[in-house]
């Protein structure tokens, strides 16, 4: 958050402010600045202020895409100078007590930039049309010592429990963002599924995309026009053929992408009615909830080591498990977390562009052997065929070209 930092006069209102840029802060544009911390004043009105030198920068002028650093005293005019500004959302409604305690009785870790939730099946991440309780809307029970709401960066469905980071500055925020979008941030899930695949551990890449017709609330694996995801999945237990427990880790972050390609192997998640239909519902005292939880997460932290993350199982997937006979304490070394992550795009492209550069070096010496200085004749050698689609010195007619075979696809 950024610290104000008053002057004499700074509290008449006649008087301008200003604020000193903390580190979190460091290296971004000016506009972004007063979209993180002073969103009533829009991107307009911070262009006026600059065109007009009303707005400073250790007394300088600056641009709205300038950067700014930590340190510096950022002058702007005061309040009621600002007559662009939008009209103010209502405040929601204060949390109750209940409210308080529930919210942070799920927090598992906290720190200056993070704080980690053990969310429970049933909460949604955020808010919709017909959602009212949802994590986000606990945001102000969640900030303790912190002066702004801790944000998302991440998402889990709402009957999936587990792992729930949010940033609690906006640096944070940016970085741990980053990190989701770059793949380096390696999750972990348990799952119970019906049934018991033939292999016991291996790679689902099937594309999905958005089923039609479904106002974009389902997925499906769709081979043609769907976006690559991959899952690998290993069998930790079983309970006969009737189910088993799984650890899933997900290597992109598609919707719904463990529901769908555990549904997509015919195995279903136990409680998935929505991807694996009556079948995904186990009879005796297993519960028809969703068994999918988030159980692990690692992230880098932007002030030190990694955050390592563990999340206890919810009642109703604690008791099933119990039921089917399953020891939890066998499920939590079955990926190496510590392992690299997978292949981003930048890194792809490189290997990419380094194989290309390997064979334009390769082609230059198939033409430097071609433009060398040609043999002596030789009488006594047989004549070779001229090359197929070159046209001979004899007839001027070309030369036909061998017939070739395609080769089998392997199926």
């Given at each position: 958050?950024?610290?104000?930092?008053p002057?004499?006069?700074d509290?008449?209102?006649?008087?301008?402010?200003?604020?000193?840029i903390?580190?979190?802060?460091?290296?971004?544009?000016l506009?972004?600045?007063?979209?993180r911390?002073l969103?009533?004043?829009n991107f307009n009105l911070?262009?006026?202020?600059?065109?007009?030198g009303?707005?400073r920068?250790?007394?300088k002028?600056?641009?709205?895409?300038?950067?700014?650093?930590?340190g510096?005293i950022i002058?702007i005019?005061p309040a009621e100078?600002?007559?662009?500004?939008p009209?103010?959302?209502?405040?929601?409604?204060?949390l109750s007590?209940?409210q308080i305690a529930?919210a942070?009785?799920?927090?598992?870790?906290?720190?200056?930039a993070?704080l980690v939730?053990?969310?429970p099946?049933?909460l949604?991440?955020q808010?919709?049309t017909?959602?009212?309780a949802?994590?986000?809307?606990?945001?102000?029970?969640l900030?303790?010592?912190?002066?702004?709401?801790?944000?998302?960066?991440?998402r889990?469905?709402k009957?999936?429990s587990?792992?729930?980071?949010?940033?609690?500055?906006?640096g944070?925020?940016?970085?741990f963002?980053?990190?989701?979008a770059?793949r380096?941030?390696?999750?972990?899930?348990?799952a119970?599924?019906v049934?018991v695949?033939?292999?016991?551990?291996g790679?689902?890449e099937?594309?999905?995309a958005k089923?039609?017709?479904?106002?974009?609330?389902?997925?499906?694996?769709?081979?043609?026009?769907?976006?690559?995801?991959r899952t690998?999945?290993?069998?930790?237990e079983?309970?006969?053929?009737?189910a088993?427990w799984?650890?899933?880790?997900p290597?992109?972050?598609?919707?719904h992408?463990l529901?769908?390609h555990?549904a997509?192997?015919?195995h279903?998640i136990?409680?998935?009615?929505?991807y694996?239909?009556q079948?995904?519902?186990l009879?005796?005292?297993?519960?028809?909830?969703m068994?999918?939880?988030?159980?692990r997460?690692?992230?880098a932290?932007p002030?030190?080591p990694?955050?390592?993350?563990t999340?206890?199982?919810p009642?109703?997937f604690a008791?099933?498990?119990?039921?089917l006979?399953?020891?939890?304490?066998?499920?939590d070394?079955?990926?190496?977390?510590?392992?690299?992550?997978p292949?981003?795009r930048?890194e792809?492209?490189?290997?990419?562009?380094?194989?290309a550069k390997?064979?334009r070096k390769e082609r230059r010496?198939?033409?430097?052997?071609?433009?060398a200085?040609a043999?002596?004749?030789?009488k006594?050698?047989?004549k070779t065929r001229?090359?197929?689609?070159l046209?001979?010195?004899?007839?001027?007619?070309?030369?036909?070209?061998?017939r070739?075979?395609p080769?089998?696809?392997p199926?």
């Amino acid at each position: 958050m950024t610290v104000h930092t008053p002057t004499s006069t700074d509290r008449a209102t006649s008087d301008a402010r200003q604020f000193t840029i903390e580190v979190d802060d460091d290296g971004i544009r000016l506009d972004r600045w007063f979209h993180r911390h002073l969103p009533d004043v829009n991107f307009n009105l911070v262009s006026r202020w600059a065109r007009t030198g009303q707005v400073r920068l250790d007394g300088k002028r600056v641009g709205p895409g300038d950067r700014i650093a930590a340190g510096q005293i950022i002058r702007i005019p005061p309040a009621e100078l600002s007559q662009d500004r939008p009209a103010r959302r209502a405040a929601p409604k204060p949390l109750s007590d209940d409210q308080i305690a529930y919210a942070q009785a799920m927090v598992i870790h906290r720190d200056r930039a993070a704080l980690v939730i053990n969310k429970p099946p049933g909460l949604a991440t955020q808010g919709g049309t017909r959602t009212q309780a949802h994590v986000d809307g606990l945001g102000d029970a969640l900030m303790f010592d912190s002066q702004v709401r801790p944000r998302l960066v991440h998402r889990l469905d709402k009957d999936t429990s587990g792992v729930l980071l949010m940033a609690r500055t906006p640096g944070s925020a940016a970085y741990f963002a980053k990190r989701f979008a770059g793949r380096s941030a390696k999750k972990v899930y348990w799952a119970l599924i019906v049934g018991v695949p033939e292999v016991y551990s291996g790679l689902i890449e099937l594309p999905l995309a958005k089923q039609p017709g479904t106002g974009g609330e389902k997925m499906h694996v769709d081979t043609e026009n769907g976006q690559i995801s991959r899952t690998a999945y290993q069998v930790i237990e079983r309970a006969g053929s009737r189910a088993a427990w799984v650890a899933l880790q997900p290597f992109t972050g598609r919707t719904h992408q463990l529901r769908v390609h555990m549904a997509a192997i015919g195995h279903p998640i136990v409680g998935d009615g929505k991807y694996g239909g009556q079948d995904a519902f186990l009879t005796g005292t297993i519960s028809r909830k969703m068994h999918l939880h988030a159980r692990r997460l690692k992230i880098a932290h932007p002030d030190g080591p990694a955050l390592d993350i563990t999340a206890e199982l919810p009642q109703h997937f604690a008791e099933s498990m119990e039921a089917l006979g399953f020891d939890p304490a066998l499920g939590d070394d079955v990926f190496n977390v510590e392992g690299p992550p997978p292949a981003n795009r930048e890194e792809k492209k490189q290997k990419a562009r380094a194989h290309a550069k390997s064979l334009r070096k390769e082609r230059r010496g198939e033409r430097r052997s071609r433009t060398a200085p040609a043999a002596p004749k030789d009488k006594d050698k047989v004549k070779t065929r001229p090359k197929p689609g070159l046209r001979t010195k004899a007839t001027g007619k070309a030369a036909a070209k061998p017939r070739t075979t395609p080769a089998r696809t392997p199926r």
